[in-house]
């Protein structure tokens, strides 16, 4: 069992696209869940929180939700990437990505469709 930290693109203009994003998140950590670790993912925890408070909780501010996520990764084992559309654009999985090489954590890249044959944690 691990601690994962399960990082994945969100931020966009599109509603539609934060939604699908989101659902994919969350499809993720169930499935690593299921397979018995600890996953925190701040997409699936701050997407809902920053919808049912648009006007507390600012949606697109990246030092805000550093704040929040670099927390969290630092008390995990490790960082997994989901490897939606973006990943390798997004500001957010860079900078968790540097943050988890930096603390000496192992990175795993895993993608969408195929979580619980690309993942061997």
């Known amino acids: 069992m691990s601690i994962i930290y399960l990082a994945s693109p969100y931020t966009s203009d599109d509603v539609t696209v934060l939604n ?49 996520c670099t927390y969290w990764l630092h008390h995990s084992d490790k960082l997994a990437v989901l490897k939606l559309e973006g990943w390798q654009e997004s500001k957010g999985v860079r900078h968790e990505i540097e943050v988890a090489r930096d603390t000496g954590k192992e990175v795993i890249y895993i993608d969408h469709g195929n979580i619980a044959e690309t993942i061997n944690v």
């Open 20 to 68: 699908d994003r989101a659902e994919k998140a969350a499809e993720a950590a169930a499935v690593l869940m299921s397979l018995g670790h600890i996953v925190f993912s701040p997409i699936v925890h701050g997407h809902p929180i920053a919808q049912a408070c648009p006007g507390l909780i600012p949606l697109k501010d990246h030092a805000f939700w550093m704040k929040q």
